[in-house]
């Protein structure tokens, strides 16, 4: 194996000085997660009811309370198939990132909200305050990635966020990413809100079965597919990056 990267310092505030953003960087959901208040007000207190909204009005839960816990058994079946460097994109409080660490991998996790990552440094991960979208560090070299917990929606567009994840995964690293219990293939705005109201404005996201993800990613020419399974009552899927 060549030298792991190096893992950064975590920068619990505003990204102050990004470097550029590259071609076609759109900073708009980036704001949606990073400026969402009752989303960040979830990630100090560690407690929902929290919600994503849909503008047909029916809601998908978001499961603060079990991201602000250890990692459980489900999670604990990623964890087993992480391999080398692993970049936990979305990271959120960091549940993954400690466990990691105590397996002795190098681990990074990102998150555009600073509540995020400031939560998943005091939980004893290495994080930094940056979206998947931005330059990232050892970009090409990561062995392995996760989009869990739903963050294969980041940004609302599967394809798009696929081609950026093997843009930072080397050559036979893989992607480990949670998916949708029913064959979905959808693209949704929404907004965070409490389950009564929602708050902001909307911003892209998406859902995804393993099928359609697998359809996806093969489209994308740079994975493959390299494993289904399910615990706990989830689902996951394992990408190879060709
Ligand atoms: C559905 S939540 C999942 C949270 C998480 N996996 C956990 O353990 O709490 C989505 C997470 O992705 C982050 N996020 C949203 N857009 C992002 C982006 N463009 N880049 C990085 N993180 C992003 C949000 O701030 C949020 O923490």
Redesign the pocket.
Known sequence: MSAPPRVPHSRPGPAAAEPAAPEGHDTH??HA??RCDP?SAALRTGRGPLYLHREDGTRHP?DIER?CAAPDAADRTVIDRCRGTVLD?????G?FLAALAERRLTALG????PH?VARAVRTGGGALCR???APLPDTGTWHTALL????IG??GDPPRLLRRTAELVRPGGVLLAETAAHALDERLSVRVGDGRRAHGSPFPWARLGSGALLRHAEDTGAWTGAGEWEAGGRRFVALRRV
């Open positions: 959901e980036e997660w990073s989303w978001l991201w994109i979305g990271c959120g409080p549940r990102i998150d555009s909200n995020a979206s998947v979208f869990l917990d739903g963050n980041i940004g």
